[in-house]
T-cell receptor, first 113, second 114 residues
């Protein structure tokens, strides 16, 4: 009965080698979010989609891109991973209204060698 | 934008004692305040939330209080158990956005000693 699914759970990549993380949801929520979480820190919002409308946070590096081909799926592309991009990447979904809960996926832990 | 501050950053209590974590927010327009529990290596999970039309909400051993005037809200855990050990994050929503953006506090590492 998983509602937000992320694959893979662990990803190892080499410095500069592109990597794609995936997220899918069964909640039919309009909004999908990508967060980066480093050790002992709060989740940091990278960007989010409302349906197909993409919203980038001002401080998200250009190295991070996202795609949402349909309501259920959303992808995070890291074009040239650096050592500083090693982190847990969390996907979350939510309904449109600003008062509603966000549901997080289990995360993908990215290691950059 | 909203600024959420959370204290303390670490909290150690004996099993059976109570634990209190406090957060303040800056945007008086915020009206939704969730609390997430994150165990090591796992996803943040919602444990309780409160909306600005109420001052207190309780769910078994967990309660949240909200003071809109002072712009602060607190998480109270009573009769703590070792399995309560985790990082707890508070958050406040952004009323300026219709997309449910949340601003998170920095987190509190709670350790419950048996």
């Amino acid at each position: 009965d998983a509602m937000v699914i992320q694959n893979p759970r662990y990803q190892v990549t080499q410095f500069g080698k592109p990597v794609t993380l995936s997220c899918s949801q069964t909640l039919n929520h309009n909004v999908m979010y990508w967060y980066q979480q480093k050790s002992s820190q709060a989740p940091k919002l990278l960007f989010h989609y409302y349906d197909k409308d993409f919203n980038n946070e001002a401080d998200t590096p250009d190295n991070f891109q996202s795609r949402r081909p349909n309501t259920s799926f959303c992808f995070l592309d890291i074009r040239s991973p650096g050592l500083g991009d090693a982190a847990m990447y969390l996907c979350a979904t939510g309904p449109r209204l600003s008062q509603e809960t966000q549901y997080f996926g289990p995360g993908t832990r990215l290691l950059v060698l | 934008g909203e600024n959420v501050e959370q204290h303390p950053s670490t909290l150690s209590v004996q099993e059976g004692d109570s634990a209190v974590i406090k957060c303040t927010y800056s945007d008086s327009a915020s009206n939704y305040f969730p609390w997430y529990k994150q165990e090591l290596g796992k996803r943040p999970q919602l444990i309780i939330d409160i909306r600005s039309n109420v001052g207190e909400k309780k769910d078994q051993r967990i309660a949240v209080t909200l003071n809109k005037t002072a712009k602060h809200f607190s998480l109270h855990i009573t009769e703590t158990q070792p399995e309560d050990s985790a990082v707890y994050f508070c958050a406040a929503n952004d009323r300026g956005s219709t997309l449910g953006r949340l601003y998170f506090g920095r987190g509190t590492q709670l350790t419950v000693w048996p």
